[in-house]
């Protein structure tokens, strides 16, 4: 854990009641709304990914997809602190955390899913993509059992038990790499084939990897013709008329500990990103 963390952990405690003492005098929103964004979560990690959600729980109410952009669009009040789970990339190990923990809690999230990713079905074919689009770090041989992909019919056991599924582009590949008629594929075609195979609207888009320079204003403008809601990898609060096409998430890892946890959802590393978001949200500005 970096040093950065374990300051993070060292504020927590004080920075949870500088934030409850702001909410008292009225500086700060009587409710926050944040984005929770996990990937793989390996068999071996889900007793710490369940003992994270049990402990939020007893400070933040876990809202569904739909409650979440009532509340982002108005629609839904904002009455106590809130948080949306997400994941990213389509892994299987995403069906197991759903059916033995999500499930049995009554926490939807949104998941979001690699079209090309989900299509693979033989061989070790799931490896080498893993290894070349999503953790390029990894040799195939090296790519854990639980990144191989979820398959149609996982989605539609996702979807049938309350989640929902988003788009997270064709290949997985930095959308600032690529030029715009392959942008359109990666994000306008892998959602129209998720839509086809699972007969039901996608909504919501997450571009990869989530920095400020995976994505452009030419991948912002084709995704925000085409989804409602794009979400970024730009940690920050939700609750600040926050345009829909500029969703903050916090990424995790299942074995944080739980104080780095509070300590990042009370905005603790939250002005390292402002600059990213000023410049993000003047790409599209007021239009």
């Given at each position: 854990?970096?040093?950065?963390?374990?300051?993070?952990?060292?504020?927590?405690?004080?920075?949870?009641?500088?934030?409850?003492?702001?909410?008292?005098l009225?500086?700060?929103?009587?409710?926050?709304?944040?984005v929770?964004l996990?990937?793989?979560?390996?068999?071996?990690?889900?007793?710490?990914?369940?003992?994270?959600?049990?402990?939020?729980?007893?400070?933040?109410?876990?809202?569904?997809?739909?409650q979440?952009?009532?509340?982002?669009?108005?629609?839904?009040?904002?009455?106590?602190?809130?948080?949306?789970?997400?994941?990213?990339?389509?892994?299987?190990?995403?069906?197991?955390?759903?059916?033995?923990?999500?499930?049995?809690?009554?926490?939807?999230?949104?998941?979001?899913?690699?079209?090309?990713?989900?299509?693979?079905?033989?061989?070790?074919?799931?490896?080498?993509?893993?290894?070349?689009?999503?953790?390029?770090?990894?040799?195939?041989?090296?790519?854990?059992?639980?990144?191989?992909?979820?398959?149609?019919?996982?989605?539609?056991f996702?979807?049938?038990?309350?989640?929902?599924?988003g788009?997270?582009?064709?290949?997985?590949?930095?959308l600032?790499?690529?030029?715009?008629?392959?942008?359109?594929?990666e994000?306008?075609?892998?959602?129209?084939?998720?839509?086809?195979?699972?007969?039901?609207?996608?909504?919501h888009?997450?571009?990869?990897?989530?920095?400020?320079?995976?994505?452009?204003?030419?991948?912002?403008?084709?995704?925000?013709?085409?989804?409602?809601?794009?979400?970024?990898?730009?940690?920050?609060?939700?609750?600040?008329?926050?345009?829909?096409?500029?969703?903050?998430?916090?990424?995790?890892?299942?074995?944080?500990?739980?104080?780095l946890?509070?300590?990042?959802?009370?905005?603790?590393?939250?002005?390292?990103?402002?600059?990213?978001l000023?410049?993000?949200?003047?790409?599209?500005?007021?239009?």
């Amino acid at each position: 854990m970096s040093i950065k963390h374990y300051l993070l952990m060292a504020i927590y405690k004080p920075l949870s009641i500088y934030n409850f003492i702001l909410k008292k005098l009225g500086r700060r929103p009587p409710a926050r709304l944040r984005v929770l964004l996990y990937h793989d979560i390996a068999p071996q990690q889900e007793a710490y990914f369940k003992r994270q959600l049990r402990w939020l729980s007893k400070s933040w109410r876990f809202v569904t997809p739909q409650q979440f952009s009532g509340m982002l669009d108005g629609t839904l009040p904002l009455d106590r602190d809130s948080l949306l789970l997400t994941f990213d990339d389509g892994f299987l190990s995403n069906r197991g955390v759903a059916e033995r923990i999500l499930n049995p809690l009554k926490i939807k999230g949104i998941f979001f899913i690699v079209s090309n990713f989900s299509k693979l079905s033989k061989g070790d074919d799931w490896r080498r993509f893993v290894a070349q689009h999503i953790d390029p770090g990894l040799r195939p041989e090296d790519v854990p059992v639980s990144k191989q992909n979820m398959s149609i019919d996982d989605l539609k056991f996702l979807n049938n038990t309350g989640h929902s599924i988003g788009a997270h582009t064709a290949n997985h590949i930095r959308l600032s790499d690529t030029l715009n008629d392959g942008l359109s594929r990666e994000i306008v075609d892998s959602a129209d084939y998720l839509e086809q195979k699972l007969g039901i609207k996608i909504e919501h888009f997450a571009y990869t990897f989530g920095d400020l320079s995976s994505f452009t204003p030419e991948a912002l403008a084709i995704a925000s013709h085409r989804f409602k809601y794009i979400h970024t990898g730009l940690r920050g609060d939700n609750s600040l008329k926050t345009p829909p096409w500029a969703i903050r998430r916090d990424s995790l890892s299942p074995t944080d500990p739980l104080y780095l946890l509070g300590a990042l959802l009370e905005g603790g590393a939250d002005r390292f990103y402002l600059s990213s978001l000023n410049e993000y949200e003047s790409w599209l500005g007021d239009d």
